[in-house]
C-alpha cells in the first residue's frame, strides 16, 4: 500500500515539474508592486454612489485598517468601485472584514482598492467541517479520500488550468488530465487491488465514450462554448487564442468524470464485498450482482446530474416560468441547449461505466476465488502440512474435473477437523497463494 501512494506521488510531482506553473492570485500573494491583505472596515462614504432601483453605480470609498502583512494596523483609504451588477459588487459597512488590492512603492502604502469581503477563515472552517466528518465516518478510508482531494485541487490548479490558458489542446489536456485524476483518486482510495483496476478501467471507458458522444452531438446542435460563465470575460482578457468551443466540451467532461468515478467505486467495491463474504461465488454470478448494483446506481446519478445543473440555473428557471416562455423556446435557447447537452452526455457516459465495471472486477476478482477461498480454509483448518497437501491436490482434481471446488475442500476439511473461527480476512490482505507455495508450507 505504501508503494501505491510513492507512485502516485511520484507521478504528480513530475506533473507539477513540467507544467507552467500556478494560477496566480492567492491572497498575500501579488503582481509587481501590489499586494493582497485584508483589513476591517471603520467607516464609509457613499456620497459618490448613485441608486438604481436595487443596483448601485459609482464609487464607495472606504477607511480600512490593515490586519495582516508588515502594515499590520496601518490606516488606508480604499476606492470600492460599484458597476451596477448585483452578481459582482459588493457594498461595505462598518465592521466587515475585507480583501484589499495595495499597492506598495518604497515600503509606502500609495493606492488601494477594495475587492471583495474577506469569506477565507469561514470557508477554511467549513473545509474543516467537512474533512473532520469524513475522517469521523471514513477512519482510514476518509483520511484517502481528504489526501485524494487536496491532490486532485493541487492538479486542477497548478497542471490543468495553466496548460489550458498557455494554449494546450484542452480535450487532449482534459482526458491525459482525467485519467491523472482517476488514478489519485480511485487507487488511494482502493490502493493497487483488483477492485480499484476495475473501477479505474470502468470510469476510463465511461469518459472515453463521453468524449466521443461530445464531439458528435456538440457539432450538431452548434454549441461554440460561450454560454459558461466568464466566457466572454476570458476572451476580452486577451485570449483570443483559446479554443472556446473544446473548453466548453472539456468541462463536459470534467462535470462527468466525478459521477463516472463515484459509479465505478460503488460498483467494483461492492461486488469486491460480495466476494469476500461469499468466496465461493462464480465468476458469471459476481457479474450477475455487477449488473444489478450498476443499475440502481445508475437510477438515481441521471437524475442527480438533472438536479446538480438545475440547481446552478434555478433563478434562470425561474425566470422562464414567471415569463410563461413556451418550452419550444426554452429547449432551442443556446444556454439551455448546453445544459441538456451537459445532462445527457453524462448520463450516457455513466450507462457505459457500471456494465464496464461489472464484467472486468467480475473477471479480476473471479481470478483468484479458488486459490484464495482455499487458503482461508486452510489457515483456518488447523491441519498439518501432509494433510492440507493431500486436500489441495484434491480440490485441484475438483476443479479440473468442472466441480464446485470451494464446497468440495470445505466439506474435506469439515471431515478432518472442525474449522476454527477466525476474522474475516480482505482480499487486498490475503495473499494469493499458488499450488506450489501452499504445498512449500507459505501463507
Known sequence: MKKSYFYILALVFILFSAGPGPCKGWAGQGS???????????SVDNSQLLQAGIANIGVQFTRVMLTNGEHKGGIVTADNHM???LDLDEIYHPGDTILLAVQVIDH???NAKAINKYRQNWELILFA?????????????GIKALLSFVASLLILWYVYLPNLLAGKEPLLLSLVVLILLAMV???????FSRKGLAAFIGTISGLVVTLALTLFFGSKLGLMGMTTPFSTT?????HFDLNMQHIFYSAVLLGASGAAMDIAMDVSASMGEIKIKRPDISTRELIQSGYTIGRMVIGTMATTLLLAYSGG??????VFVSQGTSATRIVNMKIVAAEIFRVLIGSIGLLMVAPVTAVVAGLLLGLSVDRLSWNRLFRRSGLSGKEEKNLLLSCQEAVDGGENSLLSCQGAVDGKQPVRELPEIG???VAELSVEDIESGKG
Open 234 to 238: 476570458l476572451i476580452m482578457s486577451g
Open 427 to 429: 482480499d487486498d490482505v
Open 32 to 42: 509587481g508592486n501590489v499586494f493582497e491583505m485584508p483589513g476591517v472596515v471603520l
Open 83 to 85: 458597476m451596477g451588477q
Open 185 to 191: 483518486i480511485i487507487f488511494s482510495v482502493a490502493g
Open 108 to 110: 509606502e502604502i500609495t
Open 313 to 318: 440555473y434555478l433563478t434562470m428557471l425561474m
Open 129 to 141: 467541517v467537512f474533512a473532520v466528518v469524513l475522517v469521523l465516518y471514513s477512519r482510514i478510508v
